[in-house]
């Protein structure tokens, strides 16, 4: 009797140590499964203005809820503020001007450069995109197979949007259709990819279908006149971030239900500034600088925390391939970009890592509509109180050619409105601020001026500082292999422009064609440049 139960105790103790092996071999191998990533990008969208920044006029619960259960950065910044320059550089983890073709807008993307998209893909990840992926531009072919930049396109769903001018994609059914083709089990990464907030708007929806007030705007820039119709423009654009945020919402809830979330990296920011005269293709802080906020329940430590640290858009690569577990050097050019990934496994708030205290950014061609097509070179550095920016070029019109409607600039009632009043000889201030050409070098406070109204460049207090970070501006670029640092930037106006490679777009205006119909207003177009 003794001996059967001491049997019988032997045999449910090995059963529980088995069990117990059993559990934990099953834990560990569920902890080294790599996360899923959700990669939620707006088109053209400036950082404050998500309620989570304190932004009343914009209403974003699910960006607000992200930042609340993950990290809300206040220091994210586009090397590039241009649509396909920008996301080139997040899917290479290289500033624009280390990616040849690539650092221009509507380009062809070279072959030598590969996508971290591509490399998941390869690693076994389940990829795919709706919406705007890598744009504009053609991604061409590698190795004899057309590029998917970006994953697998899913746009068969559509719907019907509020405003004829949002997108008819049906972002979130598009996501499911993702994730019922993926296999169980599989990671996977997902790039939400909405249109909206790009030109063109419904006018006064923002009021009408937004429930908006004019009243609602805390302030208009200082380099926009404060009437009516600037205001309406802006919640118009407000609008179309909320129609964003809605899709991104039932994204969530649908990962919600299929016990995803814990496992998920939900990444949301923007590519560029947004759609407004003086910022989306220019140089400022309005135009570089990111909303950015990541959520993982199962990763990020301390949920809640606000960062200051300076994130730029190529260490979204490293920090998404660290994540995944794939190495880099498996398919990508040599990435200059850092991951973050101490940030988000931190418990820190403010400045995490204190090396994470500068960026650059700078521009080369985005649309054309210059004599030649040459583009309006710039570089510049971003630190914690200031902005230096240095321009290559100073007889081009930052904006384009008057003459070719200042193409750089999104057609816009507020474009229009600067114009008119410019024309009626009326608060011309705005007009220089937008369109007018700039000197070599400029130099912004950005802690007390923001909107980087007042040059500080020529002043004799700040010529000690201005020098310095031109050195340590030029210093990177050169160790970064900039070729506007070895007088060879002429190439990067020789490179063909995707949307025509044959055309010499500024001849074929001034002979008459209505080229980009749709980007630039009838109104916009200037007889002869103005002095």
Not at 175 to 183: A, I, P, Q, S, V
Not at 246 to 261: N, S
Not at 405 to 430: F, Q, V, W
Request: proline share 7%; net charge negative; aromatic share 14%.
């Amino acid at each position: 009797m003794v001996q059967k139960q001491i049997q019988r105790f032997v045999f449910f103790a090995v059963q529980m140590v088995g069990a117990s092996f059993l559990y934990f071999s099953c834990a560990e191998k569920e902890e080294v499964l790599p996360p899923n990533f959700l990669f939620a990008i707006m088109d053209d969208t400036s950082f404050p203005h998500m309620g989570a920044y304190g932004t009343e006029w914009v209403i974003t619960p699910a960006f607000d809820r992200v930042a609340k259960e993950g990290i809300l950065f206040t220091r994210a910044y586009t090397p590039n503020a241009k649509c396909a320059p920008s996301r080139s550089s997040i899917l290479t983890g290289r500033n624009s001007w280390q990616l040849e073709e690539a650092a221009n807008h509507v380009p062809f993307f070279p072959e030598k450069f590969g996508s971290f998209v591509e490399l998941l893909g390869e690693k076994g990840f389940h990829t795919g995109f709706t919406g705007k992926g890598w744009a504009p531009g053609k991604p061409g072919m590698r190795d004899g197979k057309p590029r998917l930049l970006t994953g697998k396109g899913y746009q068969a769903k559509t719907l019907e949007p509020p405003t004829a001018f949002i997108s008819k994609n049906d972002y979130t059914a598009n996501f499911e259709d993702f994730l019922n083709d993926r296999e169980p089990g599989k990671p996977f990464f997902f790039w939400y990819g909405s249109t909206e907030p790009h030109r063109a708007y419904e006018f006064q929806s923002g009021v009408n279908k937004g429930r908006k007030q004019l009243s609602d705007l805390e302030k208009v820039p200082g380099f926009w006149p404060d009437i009516d119709t600037v205001r309406h423009d802006m919640l118009d654009y407000a609008f179309e971030i909320e129609y964003f945020d809605k899709h991104l919402a039932q994204m969530i809830a649908l990962l919600e239900e299929r016990g995803e979330l814990d496992r998920t990296v939900i990444i949301i920011t923007s590519d560029n500034g947004m759609p407004f005269p003086r910022v989306k293709g220019n140089p400022y802080e309005m135009s570089h600088h990111m909303p950015l906020a990541i959520m993982w329940p199962k990763g990020i430590k301390s949920p809640g925390r606000v960062v200051d640290d300076f994130i730029s858009f190529i260490d979204f690569a490293p920090t998404i391939l660290e994540l995944a577990e794939v190495d880099p050097a498996e398919g990508m050019a040599p990435i200059t970009g850092r991951s973050f990934s101490d940030v988000l496994f931190s418990e820190k708030e403010g400045l995490v890592s204190e090396e994470r205290n500068r960026v650059l950014i700078g521009q080369e061609r985005h649309d054309v509509g210059r004599p030649n097509d040459v583009g309006y070179p710039v570089r510049g550095i971003v630190t914690e109180e200031y902005l230096y920016l240095h321009n290559f070029e100073t007889d081009r019109w930052p904006a384009g050619n008057p003459e070719t409607g200042y193409l750089n600039t999104d057609g816009s009632p507020t474009k229009t409105t600067i114009l008119e009043r410019m024309r009626a000889n009326r608060s011309p201030e705005y007009w220089f601020q937008s369109f007018g050409k700039r000197p070599q070098e400029e130099l912004y406070h950005r802690l007390t001026d923001p909107e980087c109204i007042h040059n500080l460049a020529e002043h004799p207090e700040y010529q000690s500082l201005k020098e310095n970070l031109k050195t340590q501006l030029f210093d990177q670029l050169r160790a970064e292999d900039d070729p506007r640092m070895f007088g060879r930037g002429d190439l990067f106006d020789a490179y063909l422009y995707a949307e025509d490679a044959t055309a010499n777009f500024y001849e074929r205006f001034l002979n008459g064609e209505k080229l980009r119909a749709g980007w630039v207003n009838e109104s916009d177009f200037e007889p002869k440049p103005l002095e």
